[in-house]
Antibody, heavy 118, light 112 residues
């Protein structure tokens, strides 16, 4: 069965960066895109972007350009999202999700809580 | 960005009864290919969201047929017949027609 295993919770200082991972199993990694979604109590679910796991091509929500950088390592079936120049507004749960080109969010990881605090 | 507006914010249902959740989009989600790009997700307490319905009316794999989706170009409905305890959680609609993909604020379903 499809599984997406995300890395552990992060506590980061303002101005720093974090890189969270999403390891896929149970399917051919390059068959599905990997997307990233931010969840906060105030803003709900926000789409960050997706990466084409085969070509490495990316699609970002304009709001997250410059904030999030999506990459993949096909050899380990793992996708990564780096968040830079962190502020308290970046504190949230971040999910990865895999899916086809017109569904994107078929399967979800367990989420990673990122807390930005001095 | 396309705005997705859900109603009601919360609904309380007697087990065995049916429930309907509405979602309205700020523009048509009907593509020229005939597909309507609206999706429904359920986030159970303490869990990640899961896909329930894709492209307005298609049931995702493993989802009970008590769930159904319908709608027009801008108005959509998720219906749950014979609500069970396992259906408790927050339901989100979402659109994948345009970047950025956007979600509704969610509808919380509770049992009476």
């Amino acid at each position: 069965q499809v599984q997406l295993q995300q890395s552990g919770a992060e506590l980061a200082k303002p101005g720093s960066s974090v890189k969270i991972s999403c390891k896929a199993s149970g399917y051919t990694f390059t068959s599905y895109y990997i997307s990233w979604i931010k969840q906060t109590t105030g803003q709900g679910l926000e789409y960050i972007g997706y990466i084409n796991t085969g070509s490495g091509g990316t699609n970002y929500n304009e709001k997250f350009k410059g904030k999030a950088t999506l990459t993949v390592d096909k050899s380990s079936s793992t996708a990564f999202m780096q968040l830079s120049s962190l502020t308290p507004d970046d504190s949230a749960v971040y999910y990865c999700a895999s899916g086809g080109t017109t569904t994107l969010f078929d399967y979800w990881g367990q989420g990673v809580m990122v807390t930005v605090s001095s | 960005d396309i705005v997705m507006t859900q109603a009601p914010l919360s609904v309380s249902v007697t087990p065995g009864e049916s429930a309907s959740i509405s979602c309205r989009s700020s523009k048509s989600l009907l593509h020229s290919n005939g597909i309507t790009y609206v999706y429904w997700y359920l986030q159970k307490p303490g869990k990640s969201p899961q896909l329930l319905i894709y492209r307005m009316s298609n049931l995702a794999s493993g989802v009970p047929d008590r769930f159904s989706g319908s709608g027009s170009e801008t108005d959509f409905t998720l219906k749950i017949s014979r609500v069970e305890a396992e259906d408790v959680g927050i339901y989100y609609c979402g659109q994948l027609l345009e970047n950025p993909n956007t979600f509704g604020a969610g509808t919380k379903l509770e049992l009476k």
